[in-house]
């Protein structure tokens, strides 16, 4: 539930405030009357995911259990690790730019004189955030039940969408890179995760070697028991990891946290000798 939480909140955020800054531009235009334009847009995207989603985790439920779910669960591990890394790097260094780059798209959109172009804009957008969604609940749909998955993703748009609100109306009040940051930094322990439980399907498989674990902290805290799934789902923590998985693990968060924290960073230029 905790990492389907995790997951919507995310999304729901970016999504939100996409949607914000379309709605705003459209209303500092003088053009609110495409709004229900960008709204059949974005309920077009999440009806597209919803059902997206359900017909492919109902399908993988088949196959619980068995190799292939090892093989579909390890690849989409890889997969939602990587898409998640590159969007959190896009985000911190797109985002100053975001607006404008909304804005231009929006009035090349408007000057195509058709009525579907601002409709479309918006479907690709928040559509891009639900087929996003949609690879990271695969990752984890084998491991939690159908409704709890669901309670999660509810809480976390709740709060995706009152934290998007909150930086609407406090926008000016709130320093929304120091913000970013820490979600940034946060989402990629959650990477870290990922990248981890993807070895370890590999590793059961037999196409990774060293499936012998280090430790073994089941007794003092099983990844099984609601304290250990919260450290799992948010930071990645194993009762019983293996070599392979503690290298990558640790060497992925020094590497990728040290480029994340650098990442758009001004150089300092060294005043030249006479």
């Not at 500092?28 to 495409?34: A, E, L, M």
């Not at 804005?103 to 004189?113: E, L, P, R, S």
């Amino acid at each position: 539930m905790l990492a389907s939480l995790l997951i919507f909140f995310r999304e729901s955020l970016e999504a939100s405030m996409i949607c914000s800054i379309m709605l705003a531009y459209l209303k500092q235009i003088g053009r609110r009357d495409r709004f229900k334009d960008v709204w059949i847009g974005v309920w077009a995207a999440v009806a597209v995911a919803v059902v997206g989603g359900v017909v492919v985790f109902y399908t993988l439920r088949h196959y619980d259990g068995s190799d292939l779910q090892s093989k579909i669960e390890g690849t989409t591990y890889f997969i939602a690790c990587a898409v998640l890394t590159y969007m959190t790097f896009w985000m911190k260094k797109q985002g100053k730019n975001l607006k404008q780059e909304l804005h231009a798209k929006m009035d090349a959109a408007m000057d195509t004189g058709s009525i579907l172009a601002i409709g479309l804009l918006a479907f690709i957008t928040v559509g891009r955030e639900g087929l996003e969604t949609v690879v990271f609940m695969i990752a984890i749909a084998f491991h939690t039940s159908p409704l709890l998955l669901a309670i999660g993703a509810v809480i976390g748009v709740m709060f995706g969408l009152t934290v998007s609100y909150a930086i609407y109306v406090l926008g000016k009040r709130i320093n929304l890179k120091h913000f970013f940051d820490i979600m940034g930094t946060l989402l990629m322990l959650f990477a870290a995760g990922l990248l981890a439980d993807g070895i370890e399907d590999f590793q059961q498989l037999g196409w990774l070697p060293g499936e012998h674990a280090l430790w073994n902290t089941t007794a003092f805290l099983s990844e099984d028991s609601t304290f250990g799934d919260i450290l799992h789902s948010f930071f990645g923590y194993a009762d019983s990891p293996t070599a392979l998985q503690v290298i990558f693990y640790v060497g992925f968060l020094v590497i990728v946290t040290q480029l994340f924290w650098r990442t758009g960073r001004k150089p300092r230029y060294s005043k030249p000798s006479v």
